[in-house]
């Protein structure tokens, strides 16, 4: 079983349209971080959540940690063909962030224009 | 441009032949990580080098082995290569006692046949 379930596991929408992505799991951290992988390429840190609560936002990308710390979720408004790509959440494995993830299996995000 | 380099993007090899991957890290970055990606998944943590010596292991097999050198520039070496060892193996390089953020490199394509 994975530590971190992400979903959905494949989401299809056209340009413009909203939608939310979810990372869930039953252990709770200490922070928890969001990835963005485009084919091709490795994947690429967007945000790190690290209260419980907390919103962050990055232009059209809401990023939320649970209050207990052990779900997050991704909100984008009115997305573009430019989101497309693998939507990843990751963890540290142990309590500092030393560059040791656990990763979900990723939600793959097409925008179609 | 994340300034981590990769070496090969894409390579063939047969079952049982052994493989050597090179990751040159971002300058000033003292830890490098290993990951193993299944196309569609999110990446696996293998193994990490800190300061030439290995740091922390995940859940592979004593074939997957590898270095780093003083330049900090690191290996990842698969011996008696298995169908299911095909993946996108990544790099992910971070200056530790920092910001701790990763950056990975773009990836080497292994297909086992």
């Known amino acids: 079983t994975q530590l971190l379930e992400q979903s959905p596991q494949f989401l299809s929408i056209q340009e413009g349209e909203n939608l939310t992505v979810y990372c869930n799991s039953s252990?709770?951290?200490?922070?928890l971080q969001w990835y963005r992988q485009e084919p091709g390429e490795g994947p690429v840190l967007l945000v790190t959540v690290v209260t419980g609560g907390e919103v962050k936002k990055l232009k059209r990308l809401t990023f939320q940690f649970g209050d207990a710390r052990k779900d997050s979720s991704l909100h984008i408004t009115a997305a573009q063909p430019g989101d497309t790509g693998l939507y990843l959440c990751?963890?540290?494995?142990?309590?500092?962030?030393?560059?040791?993830?656990?990763f979900g299996q990723g939600t793959t995000l097409q925008v179609k224009p | 441009e994340t300034g981590v380099t990769q070496s090969p993007t894409h390579l063939i090899k047969t079952r049982g032949q052994q493989v050597t991957l090179r990751c040159s890290s971002q300058?000033?970055?003292?830890?490098v990580s290993w990951y193993q990606q299944a196309l569609g998944q999110g990446p696996q943590f293998i193994f990490q080098?800190?300061?030439?010596?290995?740091?922390g292991r995940g859940n592979f097999p004593p074939r997957f082995s590898g270095l780093q050198f003083p330049n900090y520039s690191s290996e990842l070496n698969v011996n008696a290569l298995e169908l299911d060892d095909s993946a996108l193996y990544l790099c992910a390089s971070l200056r530790r006692g920092t910001e701790n953020i990763q950056y990975f490199g773009a990836g080497t394509r292994l297909s086992v046949l």
């Open positions: 252990s709770v951290f200490s922070s």
């Open positions: 990751a963890v540290s494995h142990g309590s500092s962030n030393t560059g040791k993830l656990i």
């Open positions: 300058s000033g970055h003292n830890t």
């Open positions: 080098y800190y300061r030439e010596e290995e740091n």
